[in-house]
């Protein structure tokens, strides 16, 4: 939203020796002209692929696995020995990246988990005869994830928790180039683990979205207490699958009878047509997430949702606008309070990020914190618990008015949200009829989508008030 206010951080100038900026086609061409074929090295590994598959272009998703024949239910597709994915153990990190000298190391945020990866990845690419040579060079050379944005296509996602997550990022990828070089600036030739070849922040930022794109988080090595501890690893030709939330196959992890080890394995979860994409479920995430990591959006995507921090004088506002008589969201009860602090939303540490759209409409803590703040009646919300307040399948348990003055400032609220954006969908639209470059239409489409969800959410509150005023009417009648 305040998208001009900020400090634009962005890959985009920097010019890598090992990293093109950003993709200009469907088609991201591979790290090298001609790699090897890909299905043949994992056979020769041991691996099996059923012969069926291949690897085609699959519409605009870039390259994926097709089917060439009708393969059954149930059917094996890939299965992959433990030698074939790209992992690190713990120990390796040591050695990976010299990490007495990388003080941040330590401190990667969760969210960064795909750059420690990305420095194994980085670090075999750069060795003369990796054994995963054959699996990095059928590697997208680009990748469309917002990093690699142009500022001004930055600010055209018009949205400005997404902003701030680009931004992070770049900043880290900024400040991670000087560490990693620092932490090889003495080392003899020898020694470089990146085999004498620069790294900056565009290599880092390619090694780190080829990660996110592409790794799954799966079971690793067999904890004393019996579980599993999770690992991000690349799984090479699985990961020419594409993305749907109806896929067609799971990845299945099987100890192997031979040697006990972890194999991997791709399944048909249901019968797939000849010439259709085999297609994995990469998550229930959001388009932020998809474009973040995976470079592009879905539309209608159901998880899709926005970010709103929960703030007492944007909510009296929102209810003021909405015919609510005297809210006080700024100033509650000391009850009410007791019940934001239950919530999350007061107290010491509160999370007052909540969210609209997606599975959930209206996030349950919001939904509860609405509907306290807008009644006095505080015997009646005692008598209901937490999840009660919560919930938007609870038939308005503090009451018809209750229920109606909470949706009405939801409804508010989306029309303020609506408007911090500088464009309408129709402009959008219009723009991405004029034809734009990739990353332009990334942003676009993303905005779009944002403000789609938006309108969503009015349209399903607005019926549920009709509903609920109609229901109070019959009620009175009777
Ligand atoms: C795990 S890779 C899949 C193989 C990839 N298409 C390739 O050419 O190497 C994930 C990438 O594929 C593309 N992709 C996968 N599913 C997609 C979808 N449903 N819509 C658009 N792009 C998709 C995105 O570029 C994503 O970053």
New binding site residues.
Partial sequence: MAASKMVMASLNHCRPLTCAAM?TT???T?LVPHPPDLIKWVRREGGFVHQAVKIL?????????IATQAIPKGSELIVLPDHIPLKFGPLELFTLLNMSKLDMWEHLAEELWAMKLGVKLLQERAKVGSFWWPYIS???ET???PIFFPGEDIKNLQYAPLLHQVNKRCRFLLDFEQQVKHSIENLKPNDDPYGGQDVDASSLGWAM?AVS??AFRLYGKKLPNGTYNDVPMMLPL???????FNPNAQILQEQDPRNSKMLIKVVAETPVKQENPI??N?GCLNNDL?LL??????PSNPYDCIELRYDGALLDAASIAAGVSSPNFSSPTSWQQQILSQLNLDGEAPVLKVTLGGQELIEGRLLAALRVLLTSDMETVQKHDLDTLKSLSANAPLGIANEVAAFRTVIALCVIALGHFPTKIMDDESLLKQGVSTSTELAIQFRIQKKSVIIDVMRDLTKRVKSLLAKDMTTAQI
């Fill in positions: 993709v469907s088609y991201p591979r272009q699959d519409g605009n998703n870039g390259f994926g696995l059928n590697l997208p990748y469309s994830v979205s794109s592409r699985i990961d020419m699958c594409n993305h749907s297609l994995l990469y998809f990591d995976y470079g592009f959006v879905i």
